[in-house]
Structure formats: structure tokens, C-alpha cells
């Protein structure tokens, strides 16, 4: 496992819990816990800002977080108290009676002496039990030993260590403290251990220094340390059973120090504060508590105070010491350290089976990570200009860590998140906000800026799960194709020869790298908005984010309102819209989206190729509406959008009982518009619009500005034109085209079925213009045009034209090669003959001030119900009024006219006279 040289660049997250207060008295909890709150805002700055930074500036090499000591309460001894002790020097526990034994070194200078200086007492110091005459003219300090179950005495006068039985009236065994090492020229305090091992420190003798000594139980000498560094005067010891350490008190310093067995100091405690205030501290022990409720794991720390000498003023302590509060990692840092005041030590717990891994930011910060007992267990080995230690812990181990080096402004990174199980790897969140990186062609990854690399041999599955807060995962792919299935808050990724699998991430950045990759993403069950560009996508919603880089993207809203859009590539694009799913494809990408209520398709048009867009229809009815540069379908309830693209193509399926809708708007530029059943095309001059199988086209002329055309076409059945200047529909069985607002409209019948047109120069009731309009029709074609408009129909069976306000005149025309006939009365006029297609065309004008009718092969005739004519002239006569004029008719090339008379069955033929005038009042 090598690591990685990649950091987080975002927040950090820290953990800084209080350990288990063990052997602590009930009645101190409250105070005890201030008294943290106090130390963490004295010796440390402990606050959590947003993000996951837990900034904690060392301002002294001690533990960080250290526990701490607290008085409960002192008894004195001679003077206020009941104990004959003069200056208590010693002090130890008897377990087996529950009674503290006090070691009185100078009441033999006194005048209070009478032969006893070992004082048997209860916890509270309200009761002795008995008095010992040692016959040890200074008995130093004093240690009960449960190995052997005998009391150990030194004397600093004549250098020794003395075994005595539980009668303390005799030494048993005697040896030199001096003899087993030269520097061991004051014994003072002594203390066992569960081993029989006893601990004596040597307190100030000369140049020798101070120093702690170990002998076995037959008063060997074992080895030796030195605390001459941080204590002048050692005068007490103390072994604690729970940490197996060893406390020392200095009177100079008016502190207690803490040590490893092997010499590696660990804590300071300041007893300055105790009052009343101490004034020679001397002896030190570990027992129960005084205090009868309080359970029997609860222990105190005694320290004997000796006074001034030869004074009856001596009293004993009871103090206690908070457990260490350990920082519990998961992950951690720490920011800031300074080393150049001195090595900083830590105490660790692991919170699962994983890879404990320590990294610094600087090359010259040395780690050295030790084990519960402060015993070596790996020192930190350079790395990219940093220092890391990777060590496997099991959940709940207890470690040390010393930071030491020349370096200030040091950040420590500690981390108990990866877990490596034969071939798979286990990486773990936090409570708080993670960034786990992945990278797949590497095998390399890291959490919250520490890297970890395994080789394709080691390991083959990774996992993730984020825990707690707001997770980020960032991954790369291989050389070679990935896959991946990503969640809201989970995934799924696989490639050559690895898997990786996450859960509990609020944030996913996926990118295949190199391959031909595939990706799947799905929306959250809210609300999402999926945002696509050539081979990336982006999924956000509820809270969560998915990023994506493949050539193959398969998007799937998750069941709300979700909404899809997609961007065009430099190159050519199709899009393409179905009812609940849609796909875009062009050069290296392709993307498909599935359960999106809105998708947008964004092309830029006349740029970046030449994109064309299809949308295709449901079985029920849909609705299509193209504009100006978008065109959107409602289908199933679903809105699908397309803007900017050159070429937009839509195809309706509904059925009979539900038809399609088509509505399209011309363009600000010259647009033709052709409307045939069930399809339609505009032409405009920077895209095209076609639609097919849409049984109702609606088409608007939004921009009045432009030279537009519009031709409609019929059907091979029987098919309707209804025109006027505003409006024009063709409808026949199964479709209905209608153009509104268009200056030109031409109709064209395909000559099968039986085609009528009815043309008005009146766009409604409302229409009110007073304008002059034309119509002019013949066999083949047929038009009515007026100011700003013009109406033509094609081939069509029947041809009705309806005149309105203004002088209308229309023109009508017979054919070349058959017999044509006129029909006219006050109504109108209507002109019939044989059709082009075998037919017969019939072309009516109706209200109409002028009528101009022409025949031409002289075989036609013309029928005139109550029309004036002048017999004489048959022209127009010249006292003839305009205003008493209700439609005046001319006649061309009829062989015969019939003037016939309503009521009656008389008529009067004219014969062979070209040009023929006809009015009606």
C-alpha cells in the first residue's frame, strides 16, 4: 500500500470526544467536566467552523486534550488531626485492609517522638488503626507490594531499600541503592507494580541528576531513566494500575509528572491550585476514594505533604486525575503545530478495524506511533515532501503518537477510514462531510485528501459509504471502457479487472477517462433538473448532484417533476423526442433520457452544424407548436422543447378519436408554407419545419413584416376550402389545414373527389374595412384578392366567392372546349361547364357590384332571372343612375341569352350578340 500525494482541497473534519472518565468520583463529574471545557480553552483552540475543520493550535508539548487533576478534599495530621505524624514523607495503600500506611521521615528530630513513624490510617484520615516503630531511622517512602505482600521503606540517609513483613518492626532484606548505580544517591519515593517490580526515584543529590530506578522483586537493579529534564527535586512516586504509569511529584515545580514504565513522559499536573496550598509535598499513592458511595473502580491519588520540617503541620490530599481524553478518529485534523516548543503527544482510538494512517504536511515533523503502553511500534517513514505512517488497528485500539521535529505551522492528518479485507477495500465516511477521489487507471484513491494505491494483485472491489453528512465522490475511469450505474446517493462502477460501489454520497463527479464508457444516472423522487452537454450530463435535485463524462449517457428522471436539457456539439446533432423517453446523438457522444416530464433540446442555429430535431408522437392525441426558433411537443402530459435547430421534424400518431395537433409560425424572414393532409412543411430561410400524420394544423403568420406564401393542398376525397383575408382551413375526411394572417394563400386540388372552395372578401362581423376586391375565375383556377391579401384555389369543383363592403368586382371565364352555362339573378352569379379532369366546374360571385362573364367557343349559354337588359342596344343605357344599381352584369361570346321573369313561364332569347349588359335594381 503506497500513499497518495493528492489533498483535499475542501473542508476537513475533525473529532474531539472525552474519553471514558474512569476512576472517577461521582460527586466530581460536574466539576471535572468544566475543568475540560477550561483546559480546552486555555491549552488548546477547539472549534468547529463550517465544513469539517477542528483547528487545534499546541501551545505546549503535553498531551493534547490531557487529563487533568482535581482536589476533593485533605485531612490533616498532628496539628487539627489525629494522626501523631510530624512530616509525612511516604504514603502507600494496603489493599487487603483498605488503610493508608504514612512513612514519617523526620519525627525522629523532634520532640514528638516516641519511637513510631509508620502510621496506619482509614481513607478519610479519621481513624488510626495502629503505629509502627520500623527501627529505620528515616523511613523515606514506603510501598506495599501485593506480588509478595510485603512493605518496601527507603531511606535517602543511608541509600537503601528495605523489605519488611506486616509487623514493620524489622528489615528482612536490605540493599544499596548507591551500590546498584553510582547516581542513585537519594532514594525517596518507592512504588511496586502488580509484577513485584519496584520504582524508586532519586531525588536531588549533587550533579548526579534526577532519576527513576527499577529493581525486580529481589532488589535488583533493572535500569534507570531520567526526568532531569522537566522536575528539579523528585521527591514522591506512585505506580497507577489503569494506565501503568508512574506519577512523580516535585516540590519544586509543585506538580506531578507522568511517565511511561520505560521513561517516555506523558503528562504534567499542576497542583498549585490545590487549597489549602501545599507546601512540601513528599509521598504519593494510588487508592480507592474516600468517599463510601463512590463505586470501587473509583480511585484517588494520595499525596503525603510533609509541611515545614520538624512542625506538626503536615497533611495528606486526596486529589483525582480525569482520564485522558483520547481523540477518537475516524478522521481528523489537526492544524497549526508548532514543534518547536517541544515534542507533542497524542492519544488515539481507533473507532473500526481499518488502517490507522498519520501523515504531516512537513518533512521535518517526525511521527513515532506507540501502542497503548507507550512501547514503539512504527516511526514515520518521508514521502512527497511529507512524513506518514499507515499501521492496521483494530476497532477500539488505543495508540500514542508522538510529533516531534524542527518544523512550526505543522498540519496533522489522521485517519481510521480504509479497511482492507483479502482483495476487496472498505473506505469509510464520517459523521461529517467526506471527499472520496477514485482513480480507476491507477488503482489509486483517496479520502479527505489521504491517498492509498493498491495493485491490480491486491485488491479488485472497492466500496465507499459516506455516513454521515454531505459526501462528495470524484472518479476517474480507466484506459479501457467503464460502466457505471449511479443513484441519488449511490453507484455502482466497474471496469478491467476492478469494481467500485458506494452509498450515503450526496455529490457524485463522474468521468470515464479513456474507453468507450457508459454511464446510467437516476434522478432523486423529487423534483430534478438533468443538464446535458456532449458526453457530460448533470443530475440535481433534493438536495443531491450527479456529474457525469462518458460517450454513452443514459439519464432517468426518478418520478417527479423532473426536467431534461440537452446542448448541441460543434458538429452535426440529431435530437430525438419519443413520448416518455428521448435520444441525442453526434460524433463520440450519444445520450438517452427516459422518465423526464420536460426535455429541452438547445441548438444554436446556423452554428455548430447542422442539428436537426425529430419529435414523435404518442397514440393518444399530441400537441406540437413550432415558433420563431423553438418547437415543443405536449405528449402523455410531458412537454418535450427544441430551440435553435436547423432542421425540426415532427410525427403525430394519433388515431381517429384522437387527433394530433400541428401549430407552427412563419419566421421574420420570406417563409413558404406547403399544408398537404397530414403534412406539412415550412421553408423559411434559416431552418425548415415538417410535420407529418397530424390531423389538425394550425399555422400563424407572427411576423407581418415578411413576403410570405402559403399553399395548401388537398386530399383524393372530397375536400372544403374556406378562405378570406384573415383565415384560410382545407378540411376533408381526417384532416383539417388552416393558415391564419398569411397575405397569399393558394389552394391546389389534386382533381379526385369533389373539391369546393368559398372564398370571402370579409375576414367576420367584425371585419368593417370598406375595400375594393376582385375575383376572377375560370375552369382550372380561381382567385379573390383585395389590399394586402390574395386567395387562390386550384382545380377545385366548385369555386363560391362572397363579396362584402366596397365595389367588388369579379370576373369569370367559360372554357375552350365545351358548352358553358351562366346562371344569374339578383343573388349572384354562377358560371358551370365541363371540368378539366371530365368534370364539371361550377364558379360562383355573390354580392358583387360588377360581375364580368366571358364564353368562348360560342356554344354557351347565359340564363337571366329579373334582369334588365335593353333589348335595343343591349348596352348600358345612359340615364342609367349607379346609385339605384344593385349588380350590374356584362355578358361576352354567350350564343344565347334567356331573360326569364320570376312567376312567369315566358322568356326572351337573345342570340348572337357578343357583348350584353344586365342589371338588377
Known sequence: MIADSSHSDGGCYATCETGYMSRLPKRLVRSLFSASADLGAAGTERRRPKGRSCRIEALEPRLFLAGDIALVRHFDLWDGGIIRSTDASGITY?????????????????????????????????????????????????????????????????RTISRYGLALNSALATASTKDADSVLRDPEGIASDSAGNLYVVNGRSGATGIWVAAFDANLQFLYKFSVSDRMADAEGIAYDRASRHLYLVSQSEMAVFEYTLEGMFVDEYDIRGFSPAPRSPQGLCFAPTSDPDDGPGAMALYIA???????????????????????????????????????????ITTVRSATLTLETSSIDAQLTLLDADFRPLQVSAPFDGRQRIDWPAEVGEVFNLRVGGVAANVDLHAANLVRRQQRTVAVYGTADDDHFVFDASARRFSINGLGYEFSPVETAAYSFDGLGGRDRVQFAGSDGPDAATLYPTSATLSGA???????????????????????????????????????????AGDGVSITVAAELIYARGGGGTDRATVYDSPADDLYEFFPVWARVTGPGYFHHLLGFVNMFG?????KNGVDRVIFRGSPAADWVKSTTLTTRMLTLGAWRHATGFD?????GRGEKGSPDRFVVEDTPGEDTLKLRPLETHLIAPAYG??????????????????????????????????????????????????????????????????????????????????????????????????????????????VHAQAGLGHDVAWLYGTWNGSDLLDADAAGVALSGPGPNGGVFANYARAFDEIHTSAV???????????????????????????????VLWLKHFERIELRKSGASEKTEIHDVDRVFAYWQ
Open 94 to 158: 494496603h489493599p487487603p485492609s483498605g488503610h493508608l500506611l504514612i512513612a514519617d521521615s523526620e519525627i525522629d528530630q523532634t520532640g514528638y517522638f516516641v519511637g513510631n513513624n509508620v502510621f496506619e490510617v482509614s481513607l478519610a484520615g479519621d481513624t488510626v488503626y495502629a503505629e509502627y516503630a520500623t527501627g529505620n531511622s528515616e523511613p523515606t517512602g514506603i510501598t506495599y507490594s501485593e506480588f509478595d505482600g510485603f512493605y518496601y521503606v527507603t531511606n535517602d540517609d543511608l
Open 305 to 347: 505533604d510533609g509541611g515545614v520540617d520538624d512542625q506538626p503541620d503536615g497533611r495528606v490530599y486526596e486529589a483525582v486525575i480525569t482520564s485522558r481524553a483520547a481523540l477518537s478518529v475516524d478522521f481528523l485534523e489537526l492544524h497549526g503545530l508548532d514543534l518547536l516548543a517541544g515534542d507533542l503527544l497524542y492519544n
Open 497 to 539: 479487472g476492478y469494481s467500485l460501489s458506494f452509498t450515503g454520497v450526496e455529490s457524485t463527479a463522474y468521468d470515464g477517462a479513456g474507453g468507450f464508457d457508459s454511464v446510467s444516472l437516476y434522478g432523486s423522487q423529487g423534483a430534478d433538473t438533468y443538464t446535458a452537454w456532449p458526453g457530460k450530463g448533470e443530475m
Open 602 to 606: 438547445e441548438a444554436a442555429l446556423g
Open 647 to 651: 432542421t425540426i421534424t415532427a410525427y
Open 689 to 798: 419545419v415538417s410535420a407529418f400524420g397530424f390531423g389538425t394544423v394550425q399555422a400563424t403568420r407572427a411576423n407581418p413584416d415578411s413576403n410570405d406564401h402559403v399553399a395548401l393542398e388537398d386530399s383524393a376525397g372530397d375536400d372544403v376550402l374556406m378562405a378570406d383575408p384573415a383565415v384560410a382551413t382545407l378540411y376533408g375526411a381526417g384532416y383539417s389545414n388552416t393558415v391564419t394572417g398569411f397575405p397569399s394563400v393558394a389552394a391546389y386540388s389534386s382533381g379526385d373527389g369533389f373539391d369546393q372552395a368559398f372564398f370571402s372578401d370579409s375576414a367576420g362581423p367584425a371585419d368593417t374595412r370598406n375595400r375594393n376586391d376582385t375575383f376572377t375565375a375560370n375552369s382550372l383556377s380561381a382567385e379573390l384578392k383585395g389590399p394586402g391579401y390574395l386567395l387562390r384555389a386550384r382545380l377545385f369543383d366548385e
Open 857 to 887: 367557343t360560342g356554344e354557351d349559354t347565359a340564363v337571366l332571372r329579373d334582369a334588365v337588359v335593353d333589348v335595343v342596344t343591349y348596352g348600358q343605357p345612359d340615364n342609367l343612375s349607379a346609385k339605384t344599381i344593385g349588380q
